[in-house]
């Protein structure tokens, strides 16, 4: 696992619309469905309708992201080049 576990990681989430979190270390990618970041405890992959990146301070580690979340999920897989082309057809 790389995940370069170095501070701390926290996540609210206010009525599957709005997540703010810590220690996120890089936006991968993301769209209005998809949003791949990595975190102080790995890759996180969020899904949803109309997803936006509200607030972004990768110095703080911190984001805000607002829409309608359906799914959030921890993982170890890296992210492979055939996920940019799902994500952007």
């Not at 696992?1 to 990618?29: A, C, P, W």
């Not at 949803?48 to 607002?66: A, F, S, V």
């Amino acid at each position: 696992m790389d995940n370069n576990n170095t501070g701390e990681h926290n996540l609210t989430i206010e009525n599957r619309e709005k997540i703010e979190m810590n220690g996120i270390q890089e936006v991968i990618t993301f769209n209005e469905e998809k949003i791949i970041l990595k975190s102080n405890l790995g890759r996180l992959d969020i899904e949803g309708e109309e997803l936006n990146i509200k607030k972004l301070n990768l110095d703080k580690e911190n984001i805000q992201i607002n829409g309608y979340i359906n799914s959030f999920e921890y993982t170890d897989k890296p992210v492979n080049k055939n996920i940019f082309k799902k994500i952007f057809k």
